[in-house]
């Protein structure tokens, strides 16, 4: 094991099962602070409900685990070398999978996904593909705490190199292996639940193990079946793309070629346009990738990059970890960049010349100006840290973005009053920046979620107020709800029209709340609301409760 700046770098080889187990091993006891955090995504402030969510839970996972002896091998080697019980284990692994449909069966359950971005460029200093991965999931002080590299060669394989965190062991989110292929899984939102399905992460440790071409990797998708709807992004040598959709039995897949001049953007958009519904939740992730979208291409010219000119490594690294902070930028007209609050990774993969470069540290990972770059990556791994020159972002912001990220944190633990002192943080650091309204209206949705004087409501009420016309558009649906809904509550009848509320999604949840009876009405919306600080969203279960 090789160790630079906490950044371990762990070399497996052999037995699968056997290297499974020495990896619990050396996991043991700081597993439990991912699996934790997992597992914990899946609380409400209602006992019964998270017993309820438990046993659905298990009855889901045991056709995860029993109907795939490979997958359950695995999990039982990685269970035995931490000293933990396999179910623990699949629970936390199996989280990301649930919380794509786990609404379907229990309205109520807290919903978040991973938002991540991939990009393609070609290198023509390396003549190389370099292929850059951000994940994003509201992990924050676990999952980047003991995050590391793993080289393996497990049974007949190719050398792997993956990017994780300590309790979780397979090579399947982040990965290159020597032939040239990369690999990023992203989360594709839907309702596709198939009980019989194989666990993602087993399909993409079998897809990395078994596929050198993207002909190859095709073939291979075309033959599974997964639980739920995932995206694989993928690169291989010569510059071949792959972007594909699997859910269930469904696969839909693109094609691309990676040019020096071009930098190929891919979030969370479903492959097949025909599937991009407005009646799933969460509600505005749409929106939310558009913004992502229009924002790749602002964020070239504020980052002082000429279009027409050859990419690289360094120049990828850089983009996808500097924020575009839009301090001239009206708030209402405000866009989401790609990186986000919830980042966890930010690195750029070139397994063609043996290489990755790394943005380590606390999450959100910011470009500071320095990387870790990992050479080696199939032979003798070695890292060091490299300093690349170029635009940051400011402290002020970077420490604003943390602690909204610690606000949506302390949210899903349940910590509801580190949760107000972290938004009030953001807020302050944020300062004049757009994205502080943001910032206020959602410290505004923690206060209706748990006011309950009319002094304290009404006030609330002209909190809301002040944000008319100041919030992007979905958020400003948002917004009218809430001052629909404080009307409603504090008048018994609102000022606000479906007609003010554009999102049709949104304007259901209105007309659903407006025949609501007014004793209950704001305990009933309160206690299952969900907000999704990250994905800047809310969610409101209690309209299918």
């Given at each position: ?7 371990p770098?762990h ?10 187990y ?12 991912l699996?934790?955090?997992a ?15 438990q ?25 035995e ?16 999978e ?54 393996t ?93 699997i ?49 790749r ?12 000119t ?63 770059q ?36 302390a949210?899903?633990?349940?910590e ?94 209105y ?35």
């Open positions: 094991m090789t160790k630079t700046k906490d950044f770098i070399c497996l080889i052999g037995d699968t099962l056997e290297n499974f020495q990896l619990g091993l050396e996991d043991k006891g700081r597993h439990t602070l699996l934790d955090h597992t914990g995504l899946f609380r409400t402030r209602w006992t019964g409900l998270n017993k309820g969510m046993e659905v839970m298990k009855a889901l996972l045991t056709p995860a685990i029993e109907l795939h002896p490979r997958f359950k091998k695995r999990l039982e080697a990685y269970a070398g931490l000293g933990a019980r396999p179910s623990e284990v699949a629970m936390g692994l199996l989280v990301p649930m919380m794509s449909f786990m609404e379907k069966w229990i309205p109520g359950v807290p919903h978040t996904m991973l938002g991540c971005s991939s990009y393609f460029i070609w290198d023509d200093s390396r003549d190389a593909l370099v292929h850059g991965r951000t994940l994003d999931f509201p992990f924050h002080g676990s999952f980047d705490k003991y995050e590391r590299g793993i080289q060669t497990l049974d007949d394989g190719p050398v792997t190199f993956s990017f994780s965190s300590a309790g979780f062991p397979f090579p399947s989110i982040t990965a290159m292996t020597k032939e040239g292929v990369t690999l990023s899984l992203h989360q594709k939102f839907s309702k596709t639940f198939n009980y019989q399905g194989t666990p993602i992460f087993d399909i993409a440790f079998e897809l990395l193990q078994n596929c050198g071409s993207r002909e190859e990797a095709i073939r291979f998708l075309k033959k599974q079946s997964s639980i739920t709807s995932w995206a694989f992004y993928m690169g291989f040598s010569g510059g071949q793309i792959l972007s594909s959709e859910a269930g039995d469904n696969f839909d897949y693109s094609v691309h070629q990676a040019v020096p001049e071009r930098c190929l953007y891919f979030c969370n958009e479903r492959e097949n346009r025909d599937l991009i519904t407005h009646d799933i939740l969460p509600y505005g992730f749409q929106a939310f990738n558009e913004m992502r979208i229009n924002m291409d602002k964020k070239l010219r504020s980052l002082g990059f000429k279009k027409n050859p990419w690289t490594a360094e120049k990828l690294i850089r983009f996808m970890g500097v924020a575009d902070e839009q301090e001239k930028v009206k708030s209402q007209n405000w866009q989401a960049d790609p990186m986000t609050p919830s980042t966890l990774q930010n690195i750029c993969l070139i397994p063609d010349k043996e290489e990755a470069l790394v943005i380590t540290g606390t999450a959100p990972k910011f470009f500071t100006g320095e990387v870790l990992i050479t080696d990556a199939f032979s003798r791994p070695q890292s060091k840290n490299i300093k690349i020159r170029g635009k940051t972002n400011s402290p002020t912001y970077q420490k604003a973005l943390f602690h909204y990220m610690q606000a949506q944190v949210q899903d633990k349940g509801y009053h580190q949760a107000y002192h972290n938004i009030q943080i953001a807020i302050e650091y944020f300062g004049k920046n757009p994205y502080g309204t943001i910032a206020r209206f959602y410290f505004f949705v923690f206060q209706y979620m748990h006011e309950t004087h009319r002094k304290s409501l009404s006030q609330l009420l002209n909190d809301f107020k002040s944000l008319e016309e100041s919030l992007p558009p979905y958020l400003q649906d948002h917004n009218s709800l809430f001052i629909a809904r404080l009307e409603k509550i504090l008048k018994g009848e609102t000022t606000i029209g479906i007609e003010e509320i554009k999102h049709p999604s949104l304007q259901r949840i007309d659903f709340e407006r025949k609501m009876p007014r004793l209950l009405f704001h305990s009933l919306t309160k206690e299952l609301m969900a907000p999704r600080l990250e994905l800047l969203d809310v969610i409101y279960p209690h309209v299918k409760a």
